[in-house]
Nanobody, 122 residues
Framework: VQLQASGGGLVQAGGSLRLSCGTS????????VGWFRQVPGKEREFVAA????????YYAGSVKGRFTISRDNAKNTVYLQMNNLKPEDTAVYYC????????????????WGQGTLVTVSS
């Protein structure tokens, strides 16, 4: 399975964006999914994760209260709603399938596809 992130763009600080994560053909309904972000020269950073049916969600401290992860298994899509964006949220955002439920370590995720760039201007 390979996931594809979309929905990035340029937004002013304080604004909102909603990212989407899907696949070209495989079903995501049996898998937990995580969102990560990366800026050049830095390690990929955990942002949020959701379990297979949406009953469990996990957030990095830096985004808790501002970002919300959700999923619609009927649409085979996982979302990341990002509110009150800050310039430090600027990064390429990726989604992937978790190989270990509840983990925040990128090494336990697979199915990485191309990310989507989010740029927050001050």
């Amino acid at each position: 399975v390979q996931l594809q992130a979309s929905g990035g763009g340029l937004v002013q600080a304080g604004g909102s964006l909603r990212l989407s994560c899907g696949t070209s053909g495989d079903s995501l309904s049996d898998f937990g999914v995580g969102w990560f972000r990366q800026v050049p020269g830095k390690e990929r950073e955990f942002v949020a994760a959701i379990n297979w049916n949406g009953s469990g969600t996990y957030y990095a401290g830096s985004v808790k209260g501002r970002f919300t992860i959700s999923r619609d298994n009927a649409k085979n899509t996982v979302y990341l709603q990002m509110n009150n964006l800050k310039p430090e949220d600027t990064a390429v955002y990726y989604c992937a399938v978790d190989g270990l439920p509840g983990t925040s370590h990128y090494g336990e995720y697979y199915g990485w596809g191309q990310g989507t760039l989010v740029t927050v201007s001050s």
